[in-house]
């Protein structure tokens, strides 16, 4: 339907050029005007409420309206509303999200730098990377490994580190030094009686194959979600973690470890590292980090990764790097606020206690005449839909009668993706999943 002229929605066709749409259709459906939010709620402009079944983009982990962070940004914006990290100067706040942050994520991880984004993130530790090789002496190792259906974001780097073709296709990427193995998909990829842990050896085995064939010596890490989100919610299978590490150990390859859907609580623990058994040297956050109130990213990184990074800055006089907003005040203020409503509530045993009851819903769903399997951990899952006459078509239709019934969530191909904010409660999490039922049944009726 084309929206009303001088409508807010006409006039942003007019003007707004928009993110993961296709922009001719977008010219003819116009967007949903989001206007408020409170809780886990946000409400359209014409007042209909909707449950925001992926917590936004996967980060709104305290919820809509939250007075404390509108305070802490109020607060930082009087005191010094703008600062930079350049230069050798800093900042109260920078430092206090730093101190933070080492403090709950694993011990090795002993020091910050941050930015803006997840891409943003991404993209700078893979300079850093090439930038630790060539001051290691090793200038050949450069090679950056991903899996397919990964997603690291979509600057040139990051989203040559993304392994989804529409993020790939018209825009001349990936680069040469992107390689992509396979994605631990066991429901879908397994082999007829393939167990679990089999099947992780056979991902093992294809990532040492990968490596051998390009050369062991010319590989300096692999990036890795330790849950894919973008993908599709794709959840390692048991053994996984362990058999992939043991690969990059021997071949003297990094780990990082792309936290930003998963940091902060979403799989029942503070990162979802300490739930895979992970030890990364590098381990990327955003999102949850500031509930995505401010634009916020966080690189921790080990102390062995950092060093040879900081003898090249001093062999060259400088580390060339940095943002306007690197560590902006304001954001790192709301961060850290941010993060304290998240311990003091206990929003990581809340997603914890709950897991159950939300990865029940989802797998009493695989009974809907529509359900295939589902899969998830901590507040993270998906429920696969049987697909119509076109991939993605049965999707699409649920994701329509979702938001009739007042849910939003994502559809990934035919798979339903639900990440809801961590606050949610054991009575919201079945409201939700009542709704989505019924707009399961309406698709059906239709079908049948
Ligand atoms: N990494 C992961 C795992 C993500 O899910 C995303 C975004 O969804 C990114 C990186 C990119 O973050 P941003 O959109 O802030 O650039």
Redesign the pocket.
Known sequence: MTPPPNSLEARDIAVQVHAAVDHRLYEETGGLVIEEGEGIYVFDNTGKKYIEGLAG??SVAVGFGEPRLVEAATRQMSKLPYYHIFNYKTHGPSVELAEKLIEISPEHLTKVHFTS????A?DLVVKMIWYRSNALGKPAKKKILSRLKA????TIA?GSITGIPANHTSFDLPLERMKHTLTPDYPREKLEGESEPEFSARMAKALEDLILAEGPETIAAMFA?PVM??GGVIVPPEGYWAAIQAVLKKYDILLVA?E??CGFGRTGQMFASQTYGITPDVM?T??QISSSYMPL?AILMSEEFFAPIADESHRLGIFGHGYTASGHPVATAVGLENLKIIEERDLVGNAARLSPQFLGRLKALEEHPLGLWSRGVGLIGAIELAPGATPGATGRAVQAAMLEEGVIARAIGDALCFCPPLIITAEQIDAMFDAVTRALDTVAATLS
């Open positions: 983009l996967w984004s997840g891409s943003e991404n997603y690291h974001g979509v990051s979600e989100g973008a792309d930003v859907i990327v955003s999102k990213s």
